[in-house]
């Protein structure tokens, strides 16, 4: 279901979808224990509440012995001390199993909130790489963070506030019929059906703020997370105070909304303590009526008193509550909904291990596109032989990045097929496929931990003797140890404590302890210097002799010694051979490469000149 179709379904059936699918997480299948806890939970709270509606009672006998109500004399002493206890008892026990009832609850409640959480995060890391192009990632932390705290409140407060308060109404109400009739029953349900309907009512009208400030506070949150982690960018352009002011947009809305918000709930509370006032009035005026005319004690007066105040706690109470049950709901939903989203590429239910003899790679007649309205790729053949090395190479928006893509099977292609040793990936698991395929990208993105932690990724499993062994081939082991923390320097958000060339070789070392049969290098040295770049050259050629090696450069004098090099054009293949037959041929690759070389000419005669100086 779209975000589109959902902001126009209506809200009772959203929230009865979040209830729906939360019910399974608190009653789950196998886990005898947690349903053993939900069913004390329940009798816990049961007995909390009988317990709690006769406290009054007690309350009223008590009244009624000490003003003399139909006790005689003797009895006056001893009965009330007795009376007074129990009073007392009631009220621990009131406590104590409400207490107990949390305790026992409380695993079930924070499992819940546990396995949806992981499965959140297990289900977006199953969708595709086209999913999370699109979205925003403050708005989607903020919905899950949103969506859990929903549950917690749910349960909290839906199992042990509301259906507890209704509970206890439903026997305040038999009680006062059974001891004065219909009447006093009747005007107490009337006054709490009252309130709850106008609760109802007026909240549904107030919920639109509580949206509008949702949408307005991940809006707010997207825009700052994208412009902290654009922080340079935003440096090198002055654009501190432009941020500041699409910052303050959402922020603007948001108050806008939350205004109306805080307004909207003094009407709220106003009709509330209206409806309660009136029917505890009308309650009282009959009680001191039938006191009056000698068919009701002090005790009677006190013990009808004692039910309303004691109701109108949680009522009171049961307004809060119920709007933030809709904004749980609400949230919950939207969350849940992240469920909904359909992996786009997915393991067919006959999917084999992918079974790797050489490591043969082949792109057969492929046909791609992001979009159907454009074509990516038109007609792509060739074939990478086990142990030789393949350069793709082409001008900006040629397909070449697409090509890795396909390869990791991060989409599926809409004609032809991507093939390794003959398997078709569509027809292998996507983790057995992955499990063979290393890869240096041009943009290495390394997680804010420690050097040994990153590197440690390429295989989780790996000893520390493995993962210095990797460092060693990549070349980065000495500057590792160099370091004052050594293996352990943390490397900061998104590697930025490293320099291009450094995230490089902790890329490499990564690759290399994954110990893949296919290598991938996908504009690996683009963003580095000169020298920096033919040093990390000279450490891939190193490390990919013996593996299927598939090259994507943009600079010709990175594929120069590879056995086969492609020329992409447009989606289409223009070219291919290798260097020197590429060049003697005098066609587009020739032309590219002596643009880069005059490039090259005349950059060295630059730095020349200002060494001159």
């Known amino acids: 279901m779209t975000s589109e179709t959902r ?6 059936r959203r929230e009865l979808r979040a209830v729906r699918a939360l019910l399974p997480y608190l009653w789950p299948e196998g886990a005898l ?16 509440k009988i317990v709690n509606v006769y406290v009054p009672i007690l309350y009223k006998q008590t009244v009624d012995v000490l003003t003399g109500e139909g006790m005689g004399t003797a009895a006056v002493i001893a009965v009330p001390l007795f009376l007074l206890v129990a009073y007392g008892v009631a009220r621990i026990l009131t406590v104590v199993f409400a207490e107990l009832r949390d305790a026992v609850f409380a695993k079930v409640a924070q499992r819940a909130i546990r396995t949806v959480a992981l499965q959140i995060f297990r289900h977006l890391h199953v969708l595709t790489l086209r999913y999370h192009l699109e979205r925003q990632t403050g708005g989607l932390s903020r919905s899950i963070e949103r969506g859990t705290k929903g549950i917690e409140f749910l349960l909290t407060f839906m199992l042990f506030n509301v259906l507890p308060t209704l509970f206890e109404i439903s026997l305040v109400c038999g009680i006062l019929w059974w001891l004065y009739g219909v009447w006093f029953a009747l005007v107490t349900f009337v006054t709490i059906a009252s309130y709850i309907g106008f609760t109802l009512l007026v909240t549904e009208w107030r919920l639109k703020y509580r949206r509008e400030m949702n949408e307005m506070d991940s809006e707010a949150n997207t825009k700052a997370i994208d412009s902290l982690l654009n922080y340079e960018t935003v440096k090198y352009f002055g654009n501190e105070e432009h941020e500041a002011q699409r910052y303050d947009g959402a922020l603007r809305r948001y108050e806008r909304a939350a205004v109306w918000s805080k307004s909207s709930l003094s009407i709220v509370n106003i009709g509330q303590g209206v409806i309660i006032s009136v029917g ?10 039938g006191v009056v005319g000698g068919r009701m004690t002090i005790g009677d007066f006190v013990l009808v008193n004692s039910y309303l105040v004691q109701l109108y706690l949680p009522l009171n ?12 709901l609400t949230d919950m939903d939207d969350m849940f909904s992240l469920f909904g989203v359909e992996a786009e590429i997915r393991d067919r239910p006959d999917a084999s291990e992918l079974a790797v003899s050489r490591g043969d790679v082949e792109f057969d007649r492929v046909d791609f596109g992001y979009d159907t309205r454009r074509q990516i790729l038109k007609g792509v053949s060739f074939k990478v032989p086990a142990g030789k090395t393949l350069a793709i190479v ?14 990791f099977r ?8 991507v093939r390794i040793d003959g398997q078709d990936v569509r027809d292998i698991t996507q983790r057995s496929l992955r499990a063979v395929i290393g890869i240096v990208p041009q943009d290495t993105v390394l997680f804010n931990d420690t050097i040994f932690y990153n590197i440690a990724y390429g295989r989780t499993g790996a000893t520390r003797e493995e993962v210095e ?21 943390t490397v900061g958000e998104r590697g930025l404590k490293l320099s291009g060339g450094e995230k490089q070789r902790v890329a490499i070392a990564r690759m290399l302890l994954k110990e893949p049969r296919v290598l991938l290098f996908d504009e690996a040295t683009s963003a580095l210097d000169s020298h920096t770049e033919k040093e990390i050259q000279a450490n891939l050629r190193e490390v990919s002799v013996g593996h299927t090696t598939l090259i994507i450069a943009h600079r010709l004098s990175t594929v120069v010694e590879a056995d086969e090099i492609v020329v992409l054009e447009e989606g289409r293949i223009s070219e291919r051979g290798r260097h020197g037959e590429l060049l003697s041929r005098g066609g587009a690759y020739a032309a590219m490469w002596a643009r880069q070389q005059e490039t090259a000419e005349h950059e060295s005669a630059v730095a020349d000149a200002r060494a001159d100086h």
Do not use: W
């Open 410 to 417: 991060f989409y599926d292609v809409d004609g032809g097929a």
């Open 33 to 48: 224990e947690l349903r053993v806890r939900v069913v004390l939970a329940m009798v816990l709270l049961a007995a909390a």
């Open 7 to 12: 902001a126009t379904e209506p809200a009772a």
């Open 280 to 289: 505890l009035c009308g309650v009282m005026i009959m009680a001191a009526h």
């Open 469 to 489: 062994e990797a460092a060693r081939l990549a070349h980065i082991h000495d500057f590792i140890t160099d370091q004052p923390d050594g293996y352990e320097t």
């Open 394 to 407: 082409g001008p900006s928006g040629a397909g070449k990045s697409t090509i890795s893509r396909l390869l």
């Open 317 to 328: 109470f049961l307004g809060f509550v119920y709007r933030e049950i809709k904004n749980s």
